[in-house]
């Protein structure tokens, strides 16, 4: 999994059947220290994440590992919103602080 | 999935017999502003792509779960034509007027 | 699928058992533009593919989902010939002439 | 497989009900010669790692071939702690003494 | 696939059950023309290579399409050791002379 930042959504009126009433999020990249990079991916929303949240995405046949992606075409999906992450022993991100400045 | 623009398309006359009647068109990557980059991938339509149009498109196994590509040796699929998508609340893109210059 | 020219072969005697009889080709990548880039792949043949000649690859398990292929240990094939590609409306490549030099 | 070094921890109560109790680390890429890189996977542990460990990991839907990931939203899973690993005849790491310096 | 020159091993005796048996190679990825790169991957090994060999790894799912390596969490395996490759018509390496200088 990656860790991200929702940044955006996504809305595409057509589009394979199958996918009617999932939720398309713009997922950023994010780096162990917390940096927003360029890379991102448009990730299915299996768990409620808004934007600005931290999230987990889990990508490949494993993004069709949710009741709400299962046999869809969809190859990456949101299936944790995080609380924190530390690296090295030094708090990272705290959900109601966002990235810790001088961690 | 990626964010894409449909620019081109790919005729193979001889390929696996599976993929007679499959449409593939060539898919430049775009970056969350709607910068097109040097990425790209031939995908199999699944939706009625056209040219010109920003379109999602899922890799891997995921682009096998469409009733055009099922079984098939297809590694990508557009699965969705974007209307509008936006990040940082500002809006990037609408489908009748591309990206939007000042986004 | 990625586009790419058949530039070499790869013999290998000493293999899975289930590999026998496949043929394995250097397949490096092109740019949308045709251009010959450093990446590539070896990729089973499952359509009688020739030297010189371009292709389309599906990587992962699509790859496996060939006559030729299925159920071994190969993680691309090559699933078409490429008759013509095309990008902005102009023609890149056509099989008889090759990349077209001012497209 | 990639070897990485155990480095943090994620901390996800909002997240797919399939993945209650799996623990999440983040694991920073090595080079062959036993460097950090700034590459990163956060992976569900399998083996009981700790942090400081030198692990491999495994991605993709390999990732989901351990009783802890079976049929869970997981691209990623630790399924080893590395003892020694030695390049070219020098033993590049020993777990009870690190990235050895002179290798 | 890739080709990758055999340059090390991992030994790891704390590990998921199934992986029991199994022998963990540092396979170096190979350019086109022979020369190591940076980047590696630690592959099982389903056809008895040895040090210095010069192998194709078959990554992904496919990684499980062997008898060693099935239902186990393994992402990249050894299917074939190279005896000769050639690229442009000329060989870029023969198993009993190794990549040849002036290719």
Chains 1, 2, 3, 4, 5 share one sequence.
Not at 25 to 50: C, H, M, P, S
Not at 54 to 64: L, T
Request: net charge negative.
């Amino acid at each position: 999994m990656f860790l991200g930042k929702v940044v955006g959504t996504v809305v595409a009126s057509q589009k394979e059947a199958s996918l009617d009433g999932l939720k398309f999020l713009v997922v950023r990249r994010l780096t162990v220290a917390g940096d927003e990079t360029a890379g991102y991916a448009v990730a299915a929303d299996a768990v409620g994440a808004g934007l600005g949240e931290v999230v987990m995405v889990a990508s490949g046949s494993s993004a069709r590992q949710t009741v709400f992606t299962d046999k869809r075409p969809c190859d990456a999906v949101i299936m944790a919103i995080v609380d924190t992450w530390e690296v090295g022993g030094q708090e990272i991100y705290r959900k109601d602080e966002g990235v810790i400045p001088d961690a």
